[in-house]
Protein backbone atom coordinates (compact mmCIF):
# COMPACT_ATOMS: atom_id res chain seq x y z
CA UNK A 1 0.00 0.00 0.00
CA UNK A 2 2.94 2.45 0.92
CA UNK A 3 4.65 1.71 -2.71
CA UNK A 4 1.45 2.20 -4.76
CA UNK A 5 0.29 5.69 -2.72
CA UNK A 6 4.54 6.45 -3.25
CA UNK A 7 4.05 5.77 -6.53
CA UNK A 8 0.78 7.59 -7.56
CA UNK A 9 2.39 10.58 -5.45
CA UNK A 10 5.19 11.09 -7.94
CA UNK A 11 3.35 10.44 -11.25
CA UNK A 12 0.81 12.62 -10.05
CA UNK A 13 3.84 15.65 -9.32
CA UNK A 14 5.07 14.85 -13.03
CA UNK A 15 8.09 12.61 -12.49
CA UNK A 16 9.03 10.32 -15.30
CA UNK A 17 6.85 7.38 -15.24
CA UNK A 18 10.14 5.18 -15.84
CA UNK A 19 12.06 7.01 -12.58
CA UNK A 20 8.45 6.23 -10.58
CA UNK A 21 9.06 3.04 -11.43
CA UNK A 22 12.86 2.88 -10.42
CA UNK A 23 12.12 5.00 -7.11
CA UNK A 24 8.45 2.95 -6.23
CA UNK A 25 10.88 -0.29 -6.66
CA UNK A 26 13.71 1.03 -3.66
CA UNK A 27 10.44 2.22 -1.41
CA UNK A 28 8.85 -1.40 -1.74
CA UNK A 29 12.65 -3.01 -0.70
CA UNK A 30 12.91 -0.89 2.21
CA UNK A 31 9.47 -1.00 3.52
CA UNK A 32 9.43 -5.00 3.21
CA UNK A 33 13.13 -4.80 4.65
CA UNK A 34 14.53 -7.12 1.58
CA UNK A 35 17.61 -5.11 1.45
CA UNK A 36 19.55 -7.79 -0.22
CA UNK A 37 17.13 -7.05 -3.17
CA UNK A 38 19.16 -4.08 -3.84
CA UNK A 39 21.85 -6.98 -5.17
CA UNK A 40 19.98 -7.47 -7.75
CA UNK A 41 18.38 -4.23 -9.13
CA UNK A 42 20.83 -3.01 -11.58
CA UNK A 43 21.14 -6.49 -12.57
CA UNK A 44 17.67 -6.71 -13.41
CA UNK A 45 17.58 -3.54 -15.19
CA UNK A 46 20.28 -4.27 -17.26
CA UNK A 47 18.55 -7.51 -18.04
CA UNK A 48 15.60 -5.69 -19.07
CA UNK A 49 16.78 -4.42 -22.04
CA UNK A 50 19.63 -6.97 -22.58
CA UNK A 51 17.27 -8.60 -25.97
CA UNK A 52 17.96 -8.63 -29.91
CA UNK A 53 14.64 -7.62 -30.49
CA UNK A 54 14.76 -4.43 -28.76
CA UNK A 55 17.40 -3.26 -31.19
CA UNK A 56 14.25 -2.71 -33.73
CA UNK A 57 13.30 0.39 -31.71
CA UNK A 58 16.08 2.52 -32.75
CA UNK A 59 15.63 1.43 -36.15
CA UNK A 60 12.03 2.12 -36.28
CA UNK A 61 12.19 5.19 -35.18
CA UNK A 62 15.51 6.48 -37.04
CA UNK A 63 13.22 5.19 -40.52
CA UNK A 64 10.16 7.58 -38.76
CA UNK A 65 12.84 10.65 -38.80
CA UNK A 66 14.44 9.91 -42.07
CA UNK A 67 11.41 9.80 -43.70
CA UNK A 68 9.93 13.22 -42.19
CA UNK A 69 13.18 14.67 -42.96
CA UNK A 70 12.94 13.51 -46.77
CA UNK A 71 9.49 14.32 -47.58
CA UNK A 72 8.05 10.84 -47.52
CA UNK A 73 5.48 11.57 -45.52
CA UNK A 74 4.01 14.32 -48.48
CA UNK A 75 4.71 11.88 -51.07
CA UNK A 76 2.56 9.44 -49.42
CA UNK A 77 -0.65 11.87 -48.37
CA UNK A 78 -0.27 12.31 -52.34
CA UNK A 79 -0.52 8.69 -53.59
CA UNK A 80 -3.73 8.33 -50.97
CA UNK A 81 -5.17 11.52 -52.66
CA UNK A 82 -4.52 9.84 -56.51
CA UNK A 83 -6.47 6.50 -54.51
CA UNK A 84 -9.62 8.49 -53.69
CA UNK A 85 -12.35 9.92 -56.36
CA UNK A 86 -15.02 12.55 -56.01
CA UNK A 87 -16.38 10.97 -53.51
CA UNK A 88 -18.28 12.86 -50.06
CA UNK A 89 -16.10 13.44 -47.75
CA UNK A 90 -12.92 12.31 -49.61
CA UNK A 91 -10.34 14.42 -47.59
CA UNK A 92 -11.15 12.60 -45.07
CA UNK A 93 -10.59 8.72 -46.64
CA UNK A 94 -7.25 10.20 -47.80
CA UNK A 95 -6.24 11.09 -43.76
CA UNK A 96 -7.14 7.58 -42.65
CA UNK A 97 -5.99 6.14 -45.72
CA UNK A 98 -2.51 7.97 -45.95
CA UNK A 99 -2.43 7.35 -42.04
CA UNK A 100 -2.50 4.14 -42.71
CA UNK A 101 0.66 4.04 -45.38
CA UNK A 102 2.20 6.04 -42.76
CA UNK A 103 1.55 3.63 -39.78
CA UNK A 104 3.46 0.87 -41.85
CA UNK A 105 7.24 3.24 -41.33
CA UNK A 106 6.44 5.27 -38.36
CA UNK A 107 4.49 3.08 -35.55
CA UNK A 108 4.32 6.05 -32.92
CA UNK A 109 0.86 7.40 -32.35
CA UNK A 110 1.87 10.74 -30.94
CA UNK A 111 4.11 11.27 -33.62
CA UNK A 112 1.85 10.52 -36.26
CA UNK A 113 -0.38 12.61 -35.17
CA UNK A 114 2.03 15.75 -34.93
CA UNK A 115 2.86 15.19 -38.82
CA UNK A 116 0.02 14.29 -40.19
CA UNK A 117 -1.81 16.78 -37.99
CA UNK A 118 0.56 19.70 -39.93
CA UNK A 119 -0.37 18.16 -43.47
CA UNK A 120 -3.85 17.37 -44.02
CA UNK A 121 -5.95 19.62 -41.49
CA UNK A 122 -5.19 22.54 -43.16
CA UNK A 123 -5.68 21.14 -46.79
CA UNK A 124 -9.29 19.78 -44.64
CA UNK A 125 -10.18 23.33 -43.57
CA UNK A 126 -8.96 24.82 -47.06
CA UNK A 127 -11.48 22.53 -49.02
CA UNK A 128 -14.68 23.26 -46.46
CA UNK A 129 -14.33 20.97 -43.34
CA UNK A 130 -14.98 22.07 -39.85
CA UNK A 131 -11.33 22.37 -38.30
CA UNK A 132 -11.72 20.24 -35.27
CA UNK A 133 -13.74 17.48 -37.06
CA UNK A 134 -10.48 17.27 -39.07
CA UNK A 135 -8.23 17.45 -36.35
CA UNK A 136 -10.57 14.22 -34.68
CA UNK A 137 -10.36 12.51 -37.39
CA UNK A 138 -6.39 12.59 -38.11
CA UNK A 139 -6.34 11.74 -34.40
CA UNK A 140 -8.43 8.42 -34.97
CA UNK A 141 -6.02 7.83 -38.40
CA UNK A 142 -2.98 8.14 -35.86
CA UNK A 143 -4.25 5.25 -34.02
CA UNK A 144 -3.30 2.69 -36.45
CA UNK A 145 0.52 3.77 -36.04
CA UNK A 146 1.59 1.40 -32.86
CA UNK A 147 -0.93 -1.28 -34.63
CA UNK A 148 0.54 -1.96 -38.19
CA UNK A 149 3.94 -2.65 -38.25
CA UNK A 150 6.57 -1.68 -37.81
CA UNK A 151 5.33 -0.93 -33.77
CA UNK A 152 7.49 0.10 -30.87
CA UNK A 153 4.44 -1.01 -28.58
CA UNK A 154 4.55 -4.55 -30.00
CA UNK A 155 7.72 -4.76 -30.07
CA UNK A 156 7.73 -3.90 -26.26
CA UNK A 157 5.05 -6.24 -25.60
CA UNK A 158 6.85 -9.04 -27.58
CA UNK A 159 9.70 -8.39 -24.58
CA UNK A 160 7.97 -8.42 -22.34
CA UNK A 161 6.17 -11.80 -23.11
CA UNK A 162 8.47 -13.16 -24.43
CA UNK A 163 7.05 -13.84 -27.70
CA UNK A 164 8.32 -13.76 -31.53
CA UNK A 165 8.82 -9.95 -32.40
CA UNK A 166 7.90 -10.91 -35.85
CA UNK A 167 4.78 -12.92 -34.89
CA UNK A 168 3.57 -9.59 -32.63
CA UNK A 169 4.37 -7.44 -35.97
CA UNK A 170 2.22 -9.62 -38.29
CA UNK A 171 -0.46 -9.93 -35.28
CA UNK A 172 -1.10 -6.20 -36.01
CA UNK A 173 -2.05 -6.45 -40.13
CA UNK A 174 -5.58 -8.05 -39.62
CA UNK A 175 -6.46 -5.49 -36.70
CA UNK A 176 -5.17 -2.27 -38.63
CA UNK A 177 -6.80 -3.07 -41.62
CA UNK A 178 -10.13 -4.25 -39.80
CA UNK A 179 -9.80 -0.56 -37.73
CA UNK A 180 -9.44 1.46 -41.36
CA UNK A 181 -12.75 0.03 -42.50
CA UNK A 182 -14.51 0.92 -39.79
CA UNK A 183 -12.89 4.32 -39.85
CA UNK A 184 -14.20 4.05 -43.37
CA UNK A 185 -17.30 3.15 -42.76
CA UNK A 186 -18.32 5.91 -39.99
CA UNK A 187 -17.21 8.56 -42.30
CA UNK A 188 -19.73 7.05 -45.21
CA UNK A 189 -22.21 7.49 -42.13
CA UNK A 190 -21.07 11.60 -41.26
CA UNK A 191 -20.51 12.14 -44.75
CA UNK A 192 -24.08 11.20 -45.59
CA UNK A 193 -25.34 12.77 -42.47
CA UNK A 194 -23.90 16.13 -42.63
CA UNK A 195 -22.82 16.46 -45.80
CA UNK A 196 -18.92 16.57 -45.96
CA UNK A 197 -17.38 18.26 -49.31
CA UNK A 198 -16.46 16.04 -52.19
CA UNK A 199 -12.86 15.68 -53.24
CA UNK A 200 -11.26 17.95 -56.04
CA UNK A 201 -12.35 15.98 -59.30
CA UNK A 202 -9.57 14.89 -60.86
CA UNK A 203 -8.89 13.39 -64.15
CA UNK A 204 -8.13 9.53 -64.90
CA UNK A 205 -4.97 10.40 -66.01
CA UNK A 206 -3.67 12.69 -63.00
CA UNK A 207 -4.44 10.36 -60.56
CA UNK A 208 -2.57 7.51 -62.18
CA UNK A 209 0.57 10.44 -62.36
CA UNK A 210 0.09 11.01 -59.36
CA UNK A 211 0.21 7.23 -57.67
CA UNK A 212 3.07 6.68 -60.27
CA UNK A 213 4.81 9.61 -59.12
CA UNK A 214 4.54 9.04 -55.40
CA UNK A 215 4.42 4.64 -55.41
CA UNK A 216 8.61 4.70 -55.17
CA UNK A 217 7.85 5.41 -51.51
CA UNK A 218 5.56 2.49 -50.91
CA UNK A 219 9.10 0.88 -51.21
CA UNK A 220 10.19 1.31 -47.31
CA UNK A 221 6.73 -0.70 -45.86
CA UNK A 222 7.08 -3.26 -48.86
CA UNK A 223 10.50 -4.11 -47.76
CA UNK A 224 10.10 -3.54 -43.96
CA UNK A 225 6.74 -5.93 -44.13
CA UNK A 226 7.37 -7.91 -47.13
CA UNK A 227 10.99 -9.30 -45.55
CA UNK A 228 9.39 -10.65 -42.20
CA UNK A 229 6.22 -12.20 -44.04
CA UNK A 230 9.05 -14.11 -46.56
CA UNK A 231 10.88 -15.03 -44.06
CA UNK A 232 13.94 -13.76 -45.54
CA UNK A 233 14.77 -10.78 -42.62
CA UNK A 234 13.94 -10.83 -38.69
CA UNK A 235 11.90 -7.78 -37.73
CA UNK A 236 15.83 -5.82 -36.60
CA UNK A 237 16.88 -7.00 -39.78
CA UNK A 238 13.98 -5.32 -42.00
CA UNK A 239 14.25 -2.02 -39.57
CA UNK A 240 18.43 -1.79 -40.69
CA UNK A 241 17.14 -2.09 -44.54
CA UNK A 242 14.03 -0.06 -44.25
CA UNK A 243 16.52 2.35 -42.83
CA UNK A 244 19.24 2.30 -45.84
CA UNK A 245 15.57 2.05 -48.44
CA UNK A 246 14.26 4.99 -46.85
CA UNK A 247 17.89 7.10 -47.26
CA UNK A 248 17.76 6.05 -50.61
CA UNK A 249 14.19 7.20 -51.17
CA UNK A 250 15.13 10.42 -49.82
CA UNK A 251 17.77 11.26 -51.13
CA UNK A 252 17.21 9.61 -54.85
CA UNK A 253 13.34 9.82 -54.96
CA UNK A 254 12.00 12.63 -53.50
CA UNK A 255 15.70 14.50 -53.21
CA UNK A 256 14.82 16.20 -49.59
CA UNK A 257 16.94 14.15 -47.73
CA UNK A 258 20.78 14.93 -47.57
CA UNK A 259 23.34 13.04 -45.63
CA UNK A 260 24.17 16.31 -43.91
CA UNK A 261 20.92 15.94 -41.78
CA UNK A 262 22.01 12.59 -40.31
CA UNK A 263 23.46 14.14 -37.29
CA UNK A 264 20.87 15.28 -36.21
CA UNK A 265 18.41 12.75 -37.25
CA UNK A 266 20.76 10.63 -35.62
CA UNK A 267 20.57 12.59 -31.74
CA UNK A 268 17.14 12.74 -31.94
CA UNK A 269 16.57 9.04 -32.61
CA UNK A 270 19.14 8.25 -30.11
CA UNK A 271 17.50 10.56 -27.21
CA UNK A 272 13.77 8.95 -27.94
CA UNK A 273 15.38 5.55 -27.64
CA UNK A 274 17.32 6.09 -25.04
CA UNK A 275 13.74 7.12 -23.03
CA UNK A 276 11.62 3.89 -24.26
CA UNK A 277 14.47 1.73 -23.65
CA UNK A 278 15.28 3.54 -20.03
CA UNK A 279 11.46 2.84 -19.53
CA UNK A 280 12.00 -1.32 -20.60
CA UNK A 281 15.10 -1.27 -18.12
CA UNK A 282 12.58 0.17 -15.26
CA UNK A 283 9.94 -2.31 -16.11
CA UNK A 284 12.22 -5.68 -15.70
CA UNK A 285 12.58 -3.69 -12.06
CA UNK A 286 8.51 -3.48 -11.68
CA UNK A 287 7.88 -7.08 -13.34
CA UNK A 288 10.80 -8.47 -10.78
CA UNK A 289 9.04 -7.34 -7.49
CA UNK A 290 5.57 -7.63 -8.57
CA UNK A 291 6.48 -11.65 -8.65
CA UNK A 292 8.72 -11.39 -5.91
CA UNK A 293 5.29 -9.50 -4.05
CA UNK A 294 3.04 -12.35 -5.13
CA UNK A 295 0.97 -9.19 -7.01
CA UNK A 296 -0.23 -11.39 -9.93
CA UNK A 297 -1.39 -14.49 -7.64
CA UNK A 298 -3.71 -11.61 -5.54
CA UNK A 299 -4.81 -10.29 -9.17
CA UNK A 300 -5.53 -14.10 -10.58
CA UNK A 301 -7.55 -14.68 -7.47
CA UNK A 302 -9.64 -11.75 -7.84
CA UNK A 303 -10.41 -11.76 -11.38
CA UNK A 304 -11.34 -15.73 -10.91
CA UNK A 305 -14.05 -14.66 -9.01
CA UNK A 306 -15.47 -12.11 -11.91
CA UNK A 307 -14.38 -13.62 -14.58
CA UNK A 308 -15.52 -17.06 -15.31
CA UNK A 309 -14.31 -18.07 -18.58
CA UNK A 310 -11.34 -16.47 -21.35
CA UNK A 311 -14.28 -14.52 -23.06
CA UNK A 312 -15.38 -12.39 -19.66
CA UNK A 313 -11.72 -12.29 -18.86
CA UNK A 314 -11.20 -10.25 -22.19
CA UNK A 315 -13.98 -8.11 -22.16
CA UNK A 316 -13.26 -7.59 -18.12
CA UNK A 317 -9.68 -6.59 -19.14
CA UNK A 318 -10.72 -4.07 -21.86
CA UNK A 319 -12.38 -2.28 -19.24
CA UNK A 320 -9.52 -2.38 -17.34
CA UNK A 321 -7.03 -1.07 -19.89
CA UNK A 322 -9.63 1.53 -21.19
CA UNK A 323 -9.35 2.87 -17.78
CA UNK A 324 -5.93 2.67 -17.53
CA UNK A 325 -4.94 3.93 -20.56
CA UNK A 326 -7.22 7.44 -20.44
CA UNK A 327 -4.39 8.79 -18.09
CA UNK A 328 -1.28 7.07 -18.61
CA UNK A 329 0.84 6.53 -22.00
CA UNK A 330 1.00 3.49 -24.21
CA UNK A 331 4.36 1.72 -23.05
CA UNK A 332 4.38 2.54 -19.61
CA UNK A 333 0.85 1.29 -19.82
CA UNK A 334 2.43 -1.68 -20.86
CA UNK A 335 4.73 -2.12 -18.51
CA UNK A 336 2.72 -1.92 -15.67
CA UNK A 337 -0.16 -4.28 -16.91
CA UNK A 338 1.36 -6.78 -18.97
CA UNK A 339 3.12 -8.45 -15.98
CA UNK A 340 0.25 -8.53 -14.03
CA UNK A 341 -2.24 -9.51 -16.65
CA UNK A 342 -0.29 -12.37 -18.82
CA UNK A 343 0.27 -14.54 -16.48
CA UNK A 344 -3.59 -14.70 -15.49
CA UNK A 345 -4.59 -14.76 -19.48
CA UNK A 346 -2.15 -17.51 -20.39
CA UNK A 347 -1.86 -20.17 -17.35
CA UNK A 348 -5.70 -19.86 -16.35
CA UNK A 349 -7.52 -18.80 -18.70
CA UNK A 350 -5.30 -20.85 -22.33
CA UNK A 351 -5.30 -17.09 -24.12
CA UNK A 352 -2.39 -17.57 -26.84
CA UNK A 353 -0.36 -14.59 -25.68
CA UNK A 354 0.07 -13.20 -29.37
CA UNK A 355 -3.49 -12.69 -29.67
CA UNK A 356 -3.58 -11.10 -25.59
CA UNK A 357 -1.03 -8.69 -27.03
CA UNK A 358 -3.08 -7.39 -29.60
CA UNK A 359 -6.07 -6.90 -27.11
CA UNK A 360 -3.92 -4.66 -25.16
CA UNK A 361 -1.67 -2.61 -27.43
CA UNK A 362 -5.26 -1.77 -29.24
CA UNK A 363 -6.88 -0.86 -25.80
CA UNK A 364 -3.78 1.42 -24.57
CA UNK A 365 -3.68 3.23 -27.79
CA UNK A 366 -7.23 3.92 -27.82
CA UNK A 367 -6.76 5.06 -23.94
CA UNK A 368 -4.92 8.06 -26.05
CA UNK A 369 -7.95 9.18 -27.55
CA UNK A 370 -9.78 8.96 -24.78
CA UNK A 371 -10.79 11.68 -21.35
CA UNK A 372 -9.83 12.77 -19.04
CA UNK A 373 -5.94 13.04 -20.52
CA UNK A 374 -6.42 12.01 -24.24
CA UNK A 375 -2.66 12.70 -25.16
CA UNK A 376 -3.38 12.38 -29.06
CA UNK A 377 -6.15 15.12 -28.84
CA UNK A 378 -3.26 17.32 -27.06
CA UNK A 379 -0.81 17.17 -29.59
CA UNK A 380 -3.52 17.68 -32.37
CA UNK A 381 -4.47 20.44 -30.65
CA UNK A 382 -0.94 22.33 -29.59
CA UNK A 383 -0.78 21.65 -33.57
CA UNK A 384 -3.90 22.94 -35.12
CA UNK A 385 -5.34 25.15 -32.12
CA UNK A 386 -8.14 23.08 -32.01
CA UNK A 387 -9.88 22.33 -28.83
CA UNK A 388 -9.41 18.40 -27.47
CA UNK A 389 -12.84 18.42 -25.32
CA UNK A 390 -14.74 19.20 -28.63
CA UNK A 391 -12.79 17.04 -30.70
CA UNK A 392 -13.26 14.13 -28.74
CA UNK A 393 -17.28 14.88 -29.01
CA UNK A 394 -17.05 15.75 -32.41
CA UNK A 395 -15.17 12.34 -33.29
CA UNK A 396 -17.45 10.42 -30.85
CA UNK A 397 -18.36 7.66 -33.78
CA UNK A 398 -14.94 7.07 -34.14
CA UNK A 399 -14.65 6.23 -30.65
CA UNK A 400 -17.56 3.97 -30.12
CA UNK A 401 -16.48 2.02 -33.46
CA UNK A 402 -13.24 1.11 -31.73
CA UNK A 403 -14.80 0.31 -29.11
CA UNK A 404 -17.12 -2.52 -31.13
CA UNK A 405 -13.66 -3.39 -32.69
CA UNK A 406 -11.90 -4.31 -29.72
CA UNK A 407 -14.99 -6.35 -29.01
CA UNK A 408 -14.56 -8.13 -32.41
CA UNK A 409 -11.10 -8.63 -31.70
CA UNK A 410 -12.01 -10.10 -28.13
CA UNK A 411 -14.04 -12.50 -29.51
CA UNK A 412 -12.37 -13.93 -32.46
CA UNK A 413 -8.62 -14.61 -31.97
CA UNK A 414 -8.16 -15.45 -35.98
CA UNK A 415 -8.48 -11.66 -36.23
CA UNK A 416 -5.29 -11.56 -34.80
CA UNK A 417 -3.28 -14.50 -35.70
CA UNK A 418 -4.83 -15.52 -39.20
CA UNK A 419 -1.41 -14.24 -40.91
CA UNK A 420 1.04 -15.38 -38.54
CA UNK A 421 3.08 -19.24 -39.64
Request: aromatic share 10%.
Amino acid sequence: MITSIFFLAIMLLGVPIGVCLCLAGIVYIVDTDATVLFQSFPTQMFGGVDSYGLIAIPLFILIGEIMSSGGITRRLVSLAMGFVGSVRGGLAYVNILANMMLASIIGSATAQVAIMSKIMVPEMERQGYDKTFAAGVTVYGGMLGPIIPPSVMFVVYSVLAQVAVGDMLMAGILPGILLTLLFFLVIACMGFIYNYPRSERKTLRERARTIVQASPTLLIPIVIVGSILAGVANPTESAAVGALVSALVGKFVTREFRFAMLPQILLRSAVYSAIVLFLVAAAAVFSWLLIYGKVPQAAAAWIQTVAKDPVSFLLLTNVILLVIGTVIDGIPGLIMTVPILLPIATEIYHIDPRHFGVVVVVNLVLGLMSPPVGLSFFVAAAVTGAKPGKMFLVTLPFFLICCIALVLLSLFPQLSLALIK
